[in-house]
């Protein structure tokens, strides 16, 4: 099987979070990115965003990267904005028809609002294809999803708008091969 060009890598995967009654809020493993198999938090000697709230990034990732989708037959440009959740790093795509240019975000966020005091840094992290970055997210909802199943098979039902989301994404890959 061909590796990915873009893919979520976690790590520090604490399995007591996930197998918790709250395991969908607590869950925080540390998240990285790879694009060509290189790992954008490595420019800062991360191995990725320590702490992301997960389940609440996964939660954003799927309806903004629906929105991707959505906008792809309307306009020929787009920027999309997912801040890992709980931490300092988001990532945006600035989108020319099929093409994403990734950028790795360095500025805290409370919320949806950037803390006044601090500035957003944007580093340059390479480009990818729209399937390339709906491959990735649909991967990290199967992952997800199947860590849940395994370890806290009582949160699957609350699972289930994730998985229809991440089903729509899956689907509409299979029509663009």
């Known amino acids: 099987m061909k590796?990915?060009?873009c893919r979520f890598v976690l790590s520090k995967v604490n399995e007591g979070e996930v197998a918790s009654e709250y395991g969908f809020n607590i869950f925080e493993p540390i998240v990285g990115?790879?694009?060509a198999g290189r790992n954008?938090?490595?420019?800062?000697g991360l191995d990725g965003a320590d702490n992301v709230v997960i389940m609440h990034f996964l939660e954003a990732a799927l309806r903004r990267t629906l929105r991707l989708v959505d906008d792809i037959s309307r306009n020929p440009s787009g920027q999309?904005?997912?801040?890992?959740?709980?931490?300092?790093?988001?990532?945006?795509?600035?989108?020319?028809?099929?093409?994403l240019e990734v950028m790795l975000l360095v500025g805290y966020r409370h919320g949806l609002e950037l803390d006044s005091i601090e500035e957003t840094r944007k580093n340059r992290a390479?480009?990818?294809?729209?399937n390339d970055w709906i491959g990735a997210v649909v991967r990290l909802a199967k992952e997800l999803s199947d860590l849940f199943e395994r370890l806290n098979p009582?949160?699957?039902p609350a699972l289930k708008e994730l998985e229809s989301?991440?089903?729509a994404l899956e689907h509409w890959l299979t029509l663009q091969n």
Do not use: A, C
Not at 40 to 44: G, M, Q, R, T, V
Not at 80 to 99: A, D, M, P, T, V
């Open 126 to 130: 390479g480009p990818i294809t729209v």
């Open 154 to 156: 009582g949160m699957v």
């Open 80 to 99: 999309y904005e997912f801040w890992l959740l709980g931490s300092e790093y988001g990532i945006e795509l600035q989108r020319h028809e099929n093409i």
């Open 33 to 35: 990115l790879e694009i």
């Open 3 to 5: 590796t990915p060009n």
């Open 40 to 44: 954008i938090f490595d420019k800062l």
């Open 165 to 167: 989301r991440r089903k």
